[in-house]
């Protein structure tokens, strides 16, 4: 009677994916993509990254919360969850991290104000210029709209 062995990924496509890994956090889709490039089945790829994923090996979660905390003091919750979508990152990751970018997001835009532009009044020209400059960094409108006229009043 021969047994057989459940569904194993083959140990080369695993030793790759691991060595992608050590290097730096992926997400599922571009994680995928790099292993299905190197020319590996994409079902014995998908089904590696499920086991990997069981293991604590792969977490995407893990990935989202460093992609958060290297942008947090610099972009809006705007920029980063467009970026995070744009990077194939599941909605669900997408959703539990929302309410965590939305905290102190007022005093971040303020500090990044702050270091851009300094505290100094300037004309209508400038502050527009600083308007565009926050808003294009991912932060909502009425947060830059308060600190623009924070900004002019002083």
């Known amino acids: ?45 998908s089904n590696l990254i499920n086991q990997l994923e069981e293991s604590g090996l792969f977490s995407e979660s893990r990935y989202v919360d460093s992609f958060i905390n290297s942008r947090r003091l610099r972009y809006g919750h705007k920029k980063i969850l467009y970026d995070l979508k744009r990077k194939g990152v599941r909605q669900s990751e997408i959703d539990r991290v929302h309410g965590k970018l939305l905290k102190d997001e007022k005093e971040i835009a303020s500090n990044v104000l702050e270091k851009k532009f300094g505290s100094t009044f300037v004309d209508n020209k400038d502050l527009s210029r600083q308007m565009r400059f926050l808003m294009n960094r991912g932060f909502p409108r009425d947060i830059v709209e308060e600190l623009i006229f924070k900004k002019r009043t002083y």
């Open 1 to 45: 009677m021969v047994i057989s062995k459940p569904n194993k990924p083959d140990d080369k496509v695993r030793k790759v994916a691991i060595g992608l890994l050590s290097r730096r956090e992926y997400p599922r889709k571009k994680l995928e993509e790099r292993l299905i490039g190197r020319g590996y089945c994409p079902s014995s790829v």
